[in-house]
């Protein structure tokens, strides 16, 4: 591939440009394409995802649903960089391209349709080829030159200096997918498998239940076993546990789980829908959830969490739904000793 996409860039004129479909479903490929681009001469100065397929009862189990067009042009120059200062390129790009995507979402929702046109996975994948917008510019990052570093032998499970820059890159696309509904501000305090379960749960209000999206979220997120959190895992309706589901799983120590609000604010629902008086679940969530009284941010961030499940539960399980709100109201006005 490297020698195919150098001997065109050799061919082309300096203004000339490659145009490469790339569909893939796992982000990991990303590294070896980074590699090719580097070290062909070559940079990507644009890149757009495009839809290709829709849902269909006709069609059943994973199918990769969009095609990404990347844009490539020759590297003229050799610019330098650092890796500190790309960390805020990459922020850039991805952001730009995340926001350009869900603009375009909010659009046509305003104007003929009620679906998303871009899904969130479509997103995370756009928001990987955005990354390498600002990685393929540079010649030279933190003194190496890359189109040497892109060539050079791999090592059996050997973590090289491109493998890093593109985690870093996954990392920063997955930071950008906030669910409408939870500050950013909080939604950066959560452990993986808290985003996990809240972003699960919004792709479920809209009707997408589809495990690989759940397999890549997981991934995304770095969540252990994310099969624990999973109340069905078939390929087209796979879905959370509730509240209830839950019951009293996932509070011991050692759960990706333990100790997080978002844990203790289930296991307030679950009380409820059994039936527990609202002050004695007030008072149980004032142990589970760790600082309850000394930290106002935990405090807020049940409500806020409430509140969000209460929205995105109203068509899944409206009982639970019920229960969010009234937990939300409880601690709104609790009111310290």
Known sequence: MVAAYKRMAECMPDNGIQVIMFTHQSGSIWADMA????????????????VTETD???????YVKGTILLVLRKRKGVLKTTRDDLAWDIQEEVQAQVDALAGLNQ????????????????????????????????AIIDGRDMATEAVRPRVKNETTFVDGLIAFA???????LVPQGIPKAHWDRLSGAERFYLKMLELEARGNKTLDNYQNFAKAFKVRDFRILMASQKANE????????????????GSELHQSVLRATLYGLMELLNGVDGGD????????????????????????????????LESLRPDEASSARVLRDLVRNYRLA
Not at 56 to 62: I, N, P
Not at 108 to 129: C, K, T, W
Not at 170 to 176: I, L, P, S
Not at 281 to 287: E, K, N, Q, R
Request: aromatic share 10%; hydrophobic share 45%; net charge negative.
């Open 170 to 176: 996954v990392d920063t696309a997955n930071q950008c």
């Open 238 to 253: 796979a879905r959370l546990r509730s509240a209830a589901e839950f019951g009293k799983a996932e509070m011991s120590e």
């Open 281 to 312: 679940v007030v008072a149980h969530l004032t142990l589970n959830v760790p600082d309850f009284y000394a930290n106002q941010n935990q405090r807020e961030l049940v409500v806020e969490l409430s509140g969000y499940l209460a929205g995105k």
């Open 56 to 62: 269909s009862a006709l069609r059943d189990g994973s």
């Open 35 to 50: 590699n090719i681009v580097w070290a062909s001469g070559l940079q990507v100065t644009a890149a757009w995802y495009v």
């Open 107 to 138: 659009e046509a929702r305003g104007l003929y349709r009620d679906e998303n046109v871009f899904e969130d996975a479509d997103i995370q994948m756009a928001g990987y080829a955005a990354a390498l917008r600002a990685l393929t510019r540079y």
